[in-house]
């Protein structure tokens, strides 16, 4: 795969073993960026232990407004070895993490594996999560199927024009709804645990960007419609203008009160009822009068 790399699908078709990057800007050396248990991810994966993240730097998206963009665009982190990888895994567990969180994997997926090898013979048992952007191949996700417990992608955007002018790919909704169909297909609904921590099963984000540019409407009426009414969906609230967002003026402010609202309504017009705790986080300043 990463000989012509064909792990997203972007498709670059570089030898990334031979030292050249594509789009994603790594090589066969991966960085991270952070790990630790995070408490502030979504009720089911935090639990009462944290969730175990491991924070891969550089991504396969090139989103304009990105809220981690200091990792995921300017390349914050260390290289780590397969050998390292693996300790992280197993140190995450050791520190009681109810999963071992993979934040941005798609562009080290075959890294992940080779880590994962020695982790689960030196005793990883967690739930692993595929925390993803929801720009994955179809057929990669395939070599997951029995590997990844718990699929959290991304639901950014259902317009091809939004998706080419804010992240730099314009099949990313097409691309986007296979993804979503084939995690569904392999892990199925959410399932916790007697104490509500997540096991096995679909998980989506979404976040609300001002002015509808997150084409709310369509990717709930395809959840409700084309996967499952019992989708546990996190719509997010938190979205600021950082990175280059400043430059696209439909960006360059947070999201309301009203149409954060008008999301969680329109979810739960499409049947959608398993939604992440939900706050609003804005300062007053920003909301409306
Ligand atoms: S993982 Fe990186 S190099 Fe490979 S296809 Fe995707 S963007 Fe290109």
């Not at 935090?46 to 990105?66: D, E, M």
Request: aromatic fraction near 8%; charged fraction near 20%.
């Amino acid at each position: 795969m990463l000989e012509e790399c064909w792990v997203c699908p972007r498709h670059c078709g570089v030898n990334r073993l031979t030292g050249e990057s594509g789009k994603c800007h790594i090589t066969s050396q991966v960085l991270i960026s952070s790990y630790g248990p995070h408490f502030g991810e979504e009720a089911p994966l935090v639990g009462r232990q944290g969730s175990g993240t491991i924070f891969f730097t550089y991504c396969n998206l090139r989103c304009v407004f990105c809220q981690n963009y200091t990792i995921s665009q300017l390349g914050e982190g260390s290289p780590v070895n397969r050998e390292e990888l693996a300790k992280m895994m197993l140190s995450l567990q050791a520190k009681g993490c109810h999963n071992i969180n993979l934040v941005s994997p798609t562009h080290v997926l075959p890294h992940i594996l080779d880590a994962l090898e020695l982790a689960v013979g030196a005793g990883l048992y967690l739930p692993l999560v595929y925390n993803s952007g929801g720009y994955d191949c179809v057929e990669t996700l395939k070599l997951l199927d029995g590997i990844v417990d718990i699929y959290m992608p991304d639901m950014k955007y259902s317009d091809e024009r939004t998706a080419e002018q804010l992240s730099g790919i314009k099949d990313y909704p097409e691309v986007n709804k296979a993804a979503i169909k084939e995690m569904h297909r392999q892990v199925g609904d959410l399932q916790l645990d007697k104490q509500g921590v997540a096991q096995r099963g679909l998980l989506v984000r979404h976040l609300v960007l001002p002015n509808q540019l997150a084409g709310t409407e369509e990717v709930v009426w395809f959840l409700g419609q084309e996967v499952s009414t019992n989708t546990y969906l996190n719509v997010m609230a938190q979205y600021h203008p950082c990175y280059k967002a400043f430059d696209i003026p439909l960006l360059s402010r947070p999201v309301n009160k009203q149409e954060f609202y008008e999301a969680i309504e329109l979810a739960h017009q499409q049947g959608l009822y398993r939604l992440d705790r939900y706050h609003f986080p804005l300062p007053l300043r920003f909301v409306p009068r």
